[in-house]
């Protein structure tokens, strides 16, 4: 379902990170908030009569949680127990120094689980990868940028070596985009000579990361985490469920797969407007119209909202 927005008084960057919890939504982005500097809780939406339906969540349930973490935008959603997250998506965490790096890793990773323990390695002085509590995954690092979060695909098992065609293809989708490093492993190396042993690139002016990784991994992309695009007209929207959905597959309600396996939502502005209109009924018929939806019809939306 679309429920990406953040509030017109919030910031709100094009592309936004959405994680899909069973019922913690609200405990998680509490957590994070607590766990990373400059960052904040935002605006809650809930779960209606109509919203509940398809969901088995009860009416008056927190639905959505807003959250800026370190500067980045993301969303936390309650859905239920459907999907579990994956390794294939997690975020990086760009640290000044060692102890911001021991500081995060200590309280993020408690009561999670360690896949590459704190240490030196040869792309970083200080880093780890992990999963924390919840089962987000993470990469805390000593890193000379400012301090920032980068979400990071990974691609493996039938995906491996995609990295780079994805990479270029979301630059090439979205505008204020390019590519930053590419860089591919070499024979000899741990990883399949040719595939991308790190890649950076920026979408929207926000940066992400991408990368292969052989070995005998279990997980894929899944819904668990998916990429909100904020649109604010019908063309956008237009725009960019053509691009996104070319080779890959329509799901419902703005959601939707590209042909790598990584899932969007392609969600107008306005959507969150109207849910959050302050007569229950517009917001109702808003919502009753917008679960009948693949692709979301801003038009259609609008009569919806007043009562035609």
Known sequence: MAFGNLSEAEPMHKIVPCLWFDQQAVEAARFYASVFPKSKVGRKSYYDEESSKPSGMKPGTVLTVSMTLMGQDFMAMNGGPVFKFSEAVSFFV???TAREVDRIFKKLS???EI???????PFSERYAFFKDRFGVAWQVMLSKDKPHITPCLLFVGKSLGKAEAAARYYAAVFKRSRIRTMSLYKKGEDGKPGTVKFSSFLIEGQEFAAMDGAGPHKFAFNESI?????????????YYWKKLTKGGKVVQCGWLKDRFGVS?????????????????EKALRVMAAMLKMKKIDIAALKKAYEGK
């Open 226 to 238: 998916s990429f909100v695009v904020n649109c604010k007209t019908q063309a956008e929207v237009d």
């Open 110 to 112: 408690h009561k999670g």
């Open 94 to 96: 760009h640290c000044r």
């Open 115 to 121: 896949m590459m323990p704190l240490g030196s390695y």
């Open 264 to 280: 969007w939502q392609v969600v107008p502005t306005i959507l969150d407007e109207m849910l959050m209109d302050k007569d229950p």
